[in-house]
């Protein structure tokens, strides 16, 4: 468990210290106290990512120029501090070379009140939910995801350029397809792996007369390369890549329809929330340490019985850290609970 | 009150100092301060050295590494193996190779790698110069050293095929090189198994 947590120059907090408890932490205050950015920094201090956005640049604190997570991680002291110019990343007060060791620490699961945007909004946030999950489950994730995006901007960008020139996109489409091919098979087998447990939590919180089931719907056809080679005149028309893992989607269906048409506003919060679930009880059937829950502002917009179904489906091994504007319940035994106040910390 | 600082001259130097890679405010300002207080002539040794080395030293004509004549010592050695030639991102990339000793013949320096999204092209490179090379020197090998990140794959994929209609053997370094960090950051170990098992296109 993470016992405590340090933020320096995180979004509106110069420094924050505090220390947490083993099952819920609940921290209370009004819009705008910086609850989620408490939450934010525990995830860029295990994950060296934030729950929010794909850059970590917004997380420096503004007018400065750089900002430092740290904290005790079973007896284990991590650190990470990020400027524009340099990361740096230390475990038990030595520098890392790589983050492939220090990303094997924690893992994290966040629940927030956008969490629906995996329902109804566009395919980016399913992309997202499973680079999340993949990055936490496989080491070879993140630098195969990153290269892929790599080649795709290159390839893009000599797609932009005045008159691109053949021998030149020829050249990316090597890599493009390299490590676009295993960024593919990485998802779809993270896709049947969720699944069924996807299906067996949103049972257990929607009851059996509704069934959430979903599938990798792939960017580009089995032969990348073929269907890449296929794609050349619409690409140059678009002056774009048109086919690959980045068009790739998470198709959900429940009752068999598709979720974000056919399901009511009940439903793809239920479906949503089963997502979120299945990924802890993913990592929870993992070797290794149970993952952090955070769990951001959704107990006001949950109704009693999803409220009681998450309580009930969230693994009870899990430490839980949970933002909200006022104490959820009375029912939750040994939370600790935090009050902000004028960007200040109060144990309550 | 005004704040005190150090004259104007020693805050010129320091800030000169800062201009060098990896020195910062506190190197430059304990540098300037070791010049200003020598009771020896050091610095000006330094300085001498400064101009000497940038009046005398150059790109080789034929494979780009330093040179002080026309040719580089490497170019210039007649015991050296030349049929084969290695290419590299960067003159710096040739000495980390050359101390593994698993290579004796001939190298040609890039002076970067194709990166749109760092705005090079294939004309901002020693590459015209590395066809001609190959059509005149008749190398039976050309061997490609890049980093085994994106940039160093695509520039690799370009130059083979420029280089395939020419019938010269053409290879790669096995991978195994840190990705992104180029040839500069790799062990010598790392870099002689990536040499010796390098693997024909
Ligand atoms: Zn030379």
Known sequence: ???????????????????????????????????????EGACVLLRLQSQRTSSLAPVVKFGEKSFAVSGRWRSHVMEFRY?????????????????????????????????????????????????????????????????YERALRSRNALLKSAQPRPRELAAYDQPL?????????????????????????HREIAGAEESLSLRLARGNERDFRADLANSRSQELRLRQTVVGPHRDDLELLVDGKPAAQFASEGQQRTAALALKLAQARLFENEEGAPPLLLIDDIFGEL????????????????????TATLLPSRDIADARVFELRDRQIYRA | MRKTEYPEPIRQLIAQLRQMPGVGPRSAERIALWIIRSRNDHPEQITNAITAARQAVRPCARCGFFATEELCDICADATRAADQLCVVEQATDILPLEKTSAFRGHYHSLGGRISPLDHVAPEDLRIKELIARVEAEKFSEVIFALAADVEGEATTNYLVELLKPTGVTLSRIAHGLPAGGGLESADELTLYQALSGRRQL
Not at chain 1, 178 to 199: K, N
């Open chain 1, 1 to 39: 468990m993470l016992s405590d947590l340090q933020l320096r120059n995180v979004r509106c907090f110069a420094a924050l210290s505090v220390e947490l408890g083993p099952g819920f932490t609940f921290f209370i205050g009004a819009n705008g106290e910086g609850k989620t950015s408490i939450l």
């Open chain 1, 83 to 147: 400027s524009a110019l340099r990361r740096r990343i230390v475990f038990d007060h030595a520098e890392q070379r790589n983050a492939q060791e220090y990303l094997r620490l924690g893992r994290v699961v966040s629940f927030a009140n956008t969490d629906i945007e995996l329902i109804r909004g566009g395919s980016e946030p399913r992309r997202r939910y499973l680079d999340f999950l993949g990055s936490q489950i496989d080491a070879t994730y993140r630098p195969t995801l990153r290269a």
């Open chain 1, 303 to 322: 109704d009693p019985n999803r409220r009681g179904a998450l309580l009930r489906n969230l693994p009870a091994k899990s430490q839980k850290l949970v």
């Open chain 1, 177 to 201: 397809v390299e490590h676009g091919e295993r960024l593919g098979v990485s998802r779809a087998i993270l896709a049947q792996r969720i699944a069924p447990i996807a299906a067996a939590v």
